[in-house]
């Protein structure tokens, strides 16, 4: 393994770049934050244009993650993994496997202060050939005695969170009559379909991909196309696709009134936030909402049981509905009174630290 930059990048606790002397990738590793605990993030395999956009992308990942997990009241700290993928096309077979035993290298080579698991390109099984290299894993497949897939526990987190929305913006938790688009009908989009469906609420559910209409007509649900989907007149909007979809373009056509999602960045821009806010569309912030899966590989850490992690996961409703009754008070946004939540956690710790 080459060791390319071991330098602390400003503001990081450390960065390690590699070349995996199996691969030959490149493969990045920030860690920003250990106050809270260990720096969890996921390991993302993505093929980009230049290793240094892969290295600025472990940066911009793992700095979001401290403080995913501190708004979140999780004892985990900030980091993420990079694989620079050799082409568009995933690795499989031998080469996907050489690629990911050097991943496990390098995590080990952090000593625990980063500890990895699945994030987008990347699966349970893909955990378990990294966990041939290193202890510092977790979201391995249940019969491995892991978590698994995080979809299903990050979907009722999201339930939970719209329920508080509801609340806070109408006085009430029921989703009875009230019209749910959920646009992306993926891994978290279509677990939550499944679980409005049995509420009473309104369903309509979008996705790029046709052969989900499928569900759609299974749960009863209106079926919408992509582009008509983000101006739907609803209460809730639930983006659980891509991140970026709320930009300066689409925010003129939202009909909603709270958008609530799984989708991570759903804003192109976090400037977005006051504009919503003005257009009096409730926001609540994505890294509240979909923390259920970081719940799920905390609880798998931690070794928590199915109780401990219902609990955690809806809790996300009642923490959710004080930061937006903080919001309210001190009229910021929602976005601003959970980075300020998890700002006052993090200077709590090191002060209680020093
Ligand atoms: N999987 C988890 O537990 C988890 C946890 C936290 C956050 N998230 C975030 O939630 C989002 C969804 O994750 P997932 O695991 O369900 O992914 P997924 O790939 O299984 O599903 C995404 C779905 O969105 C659809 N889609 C893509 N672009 C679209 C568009 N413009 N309009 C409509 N549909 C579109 C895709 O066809 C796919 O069906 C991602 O942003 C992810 O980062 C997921």
């Given at each position: 393994m080459e060791v390319l930059t071991m330098?602390?990048?400003p503001g990081y606790e450390d960065l390690r770049v590699v070349t995996g002397s199996r691969s030959g990738v490149t493969i990045a590793i920030a860690v920003h934050s250990t106050v809270l605990g260990p720096a969890l993030g996921g390991a993302r395999m993505w093929h980009y244009d230049s290793p240094e956009l892969g290295v600025a992308d472990a940066l911009r990942l793992a700095r979001a993650m401290t403080f995913k997990a501190a708004a979140g009241g999780l004892d985990l700290g900030g980091g993420k993994g990079v694989i620079?993928?050799?082409?568009?096309?995933?690795?499989?077979?031998?080469?996907?496997r050489r690629i990911l035993l050097d991943f496990g290298d390098a995590v080990e080579s952090l000593g625990g202060a980063y500890v990895t698991a699945e994030d987008v390109g990347t699966g349970a099984a893909d955990m378990a050939v990294i966990a041939e290299r290193t202890a510092h894993v977790v979201g391995l497949p249940g019969e491995r005695g892991g978590s698994g897939d995080p979809s299903p526990v990050t979907a009722r987190g999201v339930l939970a969170a719209i329920?508080?929305?509801l609340e806070h913006r109408f006085g009430t938790y029921s989703l009875s009559g009230a019209r749910v688009c959920v646009v992306g009908a993926?891994?978290?989009?279509?677990?939550l379909a499944r679980l409005l469906a049995e509420t009473g609420a309104e369903l309509a559910i979008s996705d790029l991909d046709p052969a989900r209409r499928e569900l759609a007509e299974e749960l009863g649900a209106a079926w919408l196309e992509p582009d008509e989907a983000l101006a739907a007149e609803c209460e809730v909007l639930a983006p659980c696709a891509l991140g970026g979809a709320i930009d300066a373009r689409t925010i003129e056509r939202l009909r909603c009134r709270i958008i609530c999602g799984s989708a991570n960045n759903v804003l192109a821009d976090e400037r977005l936030a006051a504009e919503l806010d003005s257009r009096g569309i409730l926001f609540a912030p994505d890294f509240i909402a979909n923390a259920g899966g970081l719940i799920n590989v905390y609880a798998e850490l931690h070794r928590l049981d199915h109780e401990a992690v219902q609990l955690l996961v809806e809790g996300i409703g009642p923490h959710l509905l004080q930061i937006l009754d903080a919001a309210e008070r001190k009229r910021i946004t929602p976005l601003a009174a959970a980075q300020e939540l998890a700002l006052e956690r993090l200077r709590g710790s090191t002060a209680a630290a020093a």
């Open positions: 330098a602390k990048a620079c993928a050799p082409s568009p096309v995933p690795p499989e077979g031998e080469p996907r329920r508080a929305c993926g891994h978290v989009g279509g677990s």
